[in-house]
């Protein structure tokens, strides 16, 4: 990688595309045919529900003119967190009202952006996910099904939920386990863990990792060196969807369990996901203690009766 990236030029966002959000930036590149979208949620950056419409609205609009855009590139405008997935502070009012059919209407949004991923090269767009900062849940589980998946080195990520007694509910096995193998999908799920970027690489979950302030240049280089063989690329994409396929009807069972199981959380699950709600919100806000350490201390004072566990483990392995 060159140690300066390189600013590629920005155009106009196509007027098919060009809508206004609240949060998210959009960025056009008229030589590759390039849409940026750059995530700017508040007051937390995860997937609400105001952030998902407006992904889907994209999405939607990139559906509605084939052949407009040939690469799509995701990346987090907030310092220090790429997603902190799921709404959690909403997962805990629909909890306690006992609203089931709400929060399967929201799962359901959810894996309607992982299917859309999951479907980009059918449609003629090659995916590209760059990750600065952390990733939980959700957050992750959006991330796998781009066919490029880009962290910088300090960049880390996980699937909590098993720690407040829920699952990731919208992609995480079916898409980990097509990555990476059945056996580091029972271990990145079931720990709770948080894995650096390194790890990740090994686990084949992240394609490239490069060193902190050199993803922009690494985009670049991807797109790039897929731009000339795209239409071969995105044809080989496709098969290997179907050698290992995730159907849409897997997903939504999915959500279904996962939305009944939320309903039988206790106060004291709710108490933990309200903690992580809070530090989510202080990270946001730059004053530290952020999401990452409360689940560290969540992991700590949760062990289950085992000495090393889950997230306390994941700062000793091995880069």
């Not at 992240?206 to 922009?216: P, T």
């Not at 060196?225 to 098969?239: C, E, F, H, K, Y």
């Not at 290997?240 to 996962?258: C, D, F, G, K």
């Not at 919100?281 to 004053?287: E, L, N």
Request: charged residues 20%; aromatic residues 8%; glycine residues 8%.
């Amino acid at each position: 990688m060159s140690s300066t990236p390189p600013t590629p030029p920005v155009s106009l966002v196509p007027t098919p595309l060009a809508r206004r959000y609240k949060y998210l930036r959009l960025e056009w590149n008229e030589e590759l045919a390039q849409l940026r979208v750059r995530t700017y949620v508040k007051p937390i950056q995860c997937y609400s529900l105001s952030g998902l419409a407006e992904m889907q609205r994209v999405l939607d609009d990139i559906s509605a003119n084939p052949g407009l855009v040939r690469h799509l590139v995701l990346t987090s405008d907030v310092t220090g967190v790429f997603n902190f997935g799921g709404d959690l502070t909403l997962f805990v009012l629909l909890v306690r009202a006992q609203d089931l059919d709400s929060l399967k209407l929201y799962g359901r949004r959810c894996i309607d952006l992982v299917w859309w991923l999951e479907n980009a090269a059918r449609r003629g767009v090659h995916t590209t996910v760059m990750v600065q900062g952390d990733t939980l849940g959700g957050g992750l589980e959006s991330v796998l099904p781009f066919h490029k998946v880009i962290f910088e080195r300090s960049a880390q990520a996980g699937f909590p939920e098993v720690l407040f007694n829920l699952f990731p509910g919208m992609g995480a096995w079916n898409l980990t386990i097509r990555k990476a193998g059945f056996a580091i999908a029972n271990e990145m799920i079931l720990s709770g863990r948080l894995y650096t970027a390194d790890q990740l690489f090994r686990r084949s979950l992240v394609d490239l990792v490069v060193e902190d302030g050199q993803g922009e240049a690494a985009i670049d280089e991807v797109v790039r060196s897929v731009d000339p063989r795209l239409r071969g690329t995105l044809a080989a994409l496709q098969a290997q969807r179907m050698a290992a396929p995730i159907t849409y009807e897997t997903l939504l069972s999915t959500v279904e369990h996962w939305s009944e199981t939320a309903m039988g959380l206790t106060t004291r699950d709710l108490r933990l996901m309200e903690r992580l709600a809070r530090a989510q919100v202080r990270k946001a806000g730059g004053s530290g203690g952020g999401a990452v350490e409360e689940i560290r201390q969540m992991e700590l004072e949760t062990a289950w009766g085992e000495e090393r566990t889950g997230i306390t483990e994941w700062s000793a392995l091995s880069p």
